[in-house]
C-alpha cells in the first residue's frame, strides 16, 4: 500500500489527483492530508469537492489528524509515502523534524520504518527560503525526490515544481529504495 500526502499546494491538486488516478489502478492508496489541504477552500476550487474526489480514487476515508497518522509506522506498514504535491512549508517541517501537522507526522512515523518517503515539490521559494530543506533532504537516507525543475525562471525566479507525470517511475524506484535520475529535469 501507498501512502498518498497531499499539502496545501492547490494549484497542483488537479496534477496531483490525476497522479493519484494512475497510481490507483496498480496500488492501493491510503489517502493523507495536511490541516491546510483538508479544509481551506480557495480559488482552485472547494476542499469538501477535493475530498469527495480523493474518497472516490481511493476508496478509503482520508487520515487528518495527527492521532490518526500516528499508527503509520507501528501498525500501517507503507510500501512508500508519496508527499504530492508538497509545499515548501511541509517540506521545511520534514527536514526540520517538525511533526505538528497529519502530513509531517505520517513522514515521520513511516520513515521509523525505515522505508521511503517521496518527495514531489511544488514551491515558489525552492530556490530561496526553501532552498535548504532541498539540500538537508537530498542528504537524507530513504527520501528520494521527483524530478524537479524550474518552472517559470522569469515570472517567478525562485519556484520549483516537480515532474508530475514522472510519478509512476519515481514511485517503482523508490519501492526499491533508488533514486530516480536525472532529479533536476533536463
Ligand atoms: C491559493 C494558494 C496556493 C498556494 N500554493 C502553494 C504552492 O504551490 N506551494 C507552496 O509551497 N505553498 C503554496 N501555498 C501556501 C501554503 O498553502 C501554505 O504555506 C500552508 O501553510 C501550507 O501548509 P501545509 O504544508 O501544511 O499544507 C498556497 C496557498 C494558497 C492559499
Redesign the pocket.
Known amino acids: 500500500m501507498i501512502g498518498f500526502c497531499m499539502?496545501?499546494?492547490?494549484?497542483?491538486f488537479e496534477k496531483s489527483l490525476t497522479a493519484m488516478e494512475k497510481l490507483a489502478q496498480k496500488y492501493e492508496i491510503l489517502p493523507i492530508m495536511?490541516?491546510?489541504?483538508y479544509k481551506?477552500d480557495?480559488?482552485?476550487g472547494k476542499a469538501s469537492d477535493f475530498r469527495e474526489r480523493i474518497k472516490s480514487i481511493t476508496g478509503k476515508n482520508i487520515i487528518h489528524t495527527i492521532p490518526d497518522a500516528e499508527p503509520i509506522g507501528p501498525s500501517i506498514k507503507l510500501d512508500c509515502l508519496l508527499v504530492c504535491?508538497c509545499?515548501?512549508?511541509?517540506l521545511s517541517k520534514i527536514a526540520a523534524g517538525i511533526t505538528d501537522?497529519p502530513?509531517a507526522m505520517a513522514v515521520k512515523a513511516h520513515l521509523r520504518n525505515e522505508r521511503p518517503v517521496l518527495i514531489a515539490l511544488?514551491?515558489?521559494d525552492g530556490l530561496s527560503g526553501s532552498a535548504p530543506a532541498i539540500g538537508k533532504l537530498l542528504q537524507r537516507r530513504f527520501v528520494y525526490f521527483v524530478p524537479f525543475a524550474q518552472d517559470s525562471p522569469f515570472k517567478k525566479p525562485r519556484s520549483l515544481v516537480c515532474e508530475f507525470d514522472k510519478i509512476p517511475e519515481a514511485l517503482s524506484l523508490a519501492i526499491d529504495l533508488k533514486q530516480i535520475q536525472p532529479i533536476i529535469s533536463t
Not at 499539502?7 to 497542483?12: A, I, K
Not at 495536511?34 to 489541504?37: F, K, P, V
Open positions: 499539502t496545501g499546494s492547490f494549484c497542483s495536511s490541516d491546510n489541504a481551506l480557495t480559488k482552485f504535491p509545499t515548501g512549508n511541509t501537522t502530513v511544488a514551491t515558489n
